[in-house]
């Protein structure tokens, strides 16, 4: 039986554990392992997208072309798959979709982990809302300069750590548009199995 000292010894000990993942993110100790991720899926009516499929095939993942809808990937693959066991997919889509499949992820116990949210801003700029795991979120590699926004999102969800993060909350701005029918915004994301403590 754990006696009260035992117990104050563990709460401490416990305390100390966002302090030592910074450290040694900073020391530069290896980050957790990389979220398997089963399919990426983009919006075919959209470059943005296009162009964040192609990265992200070029990186290794199975991309997915949806054109908005993404009912036929969903009961022609992606059913199929979750009910086998959870795995994660990501993207980069409207808002839609990722409703849809953020919806249908809660049946598999599953959820967001990731997710950036990119917007129309003045002097044809994109502003990035990123929430998400802090390893993957302060790296972000999104320069004023950079037209290549939709790139660096491939990078991001093919790089998103497995288990448990700390998650922040960050604000970028860079090069590029979006089209005129984009709904506003689009949105990347990772969605994966909730982890538990």
Same mark, same amino acid.
């Given at each position: 039986m754990t006696n009260r000292r035992e117990f104050l010894q563990i #709460?401490?000990?416990?305390? !100390?554990?966002?302090?030592?993942?910074?450290? *040694?993110r900073a020391a530069g100790v290896a980050e957790a392992a990389t979220l398997p991720l089963y399919k990426v899926v983009y919006d075919a009516r959209f470059p943005a997208s296009v162009a964040?499929?192609?990265?992200?095939? !070029?990186? #290794?993942?199975?991309? $997915?072309?949806?054109?908005?809808? &993404? !009912?036929?990937?969903w009961y022609d693959d992606l059913y199929h798959r979750w009910?086998?066991?959870? $795995?994660a997919i990501a993207g980069l889509t409207a808002h839609g979709p990722l409703f849809c499949f953020e919806q249908l992820a809660r049946d598999?116990? &599953?959820r967001v982990v990731f997710r950036a949210e990119h917007r129309p801003a003045a002097n044809d700029c994109v502003a990035h809302a990123l929430v998400g795991p802090a390893a993957l979120v302060e790296n972000a590699r999104l320069e004023p300069a950079d037209a290549g926004w939709a790139e660096r999102m491939a990078e991001l969800v093919t790089r998103c750590p497995a288990g448990r993060a700390e998650i922040v909350v960050a604000e970028r701005t860079s090069r590029g548009?979006?089209?005129a029918d984009a709904a506003d915004s689009l949105y990347s994301?990772?969605? *994966?199995? *909730? $982890?538990r403590i």
């Open positions: #709460g401490l000990a416990a305390s !100390t554990w966002p302090l030592a993942s910074r450290a *040694a964040f499929a192609r990265h992200a095939a !070029t990186l #290794g993942a199975s991309v $997915v072309g949806i054109d908005g809808d &993404m !009912t036929r990937f009910r086998e066991g959870p $795995v598999q116990r &599953m548009s979006l089209p994301w990772v969605i *994966a199995p *909730a $982890v």
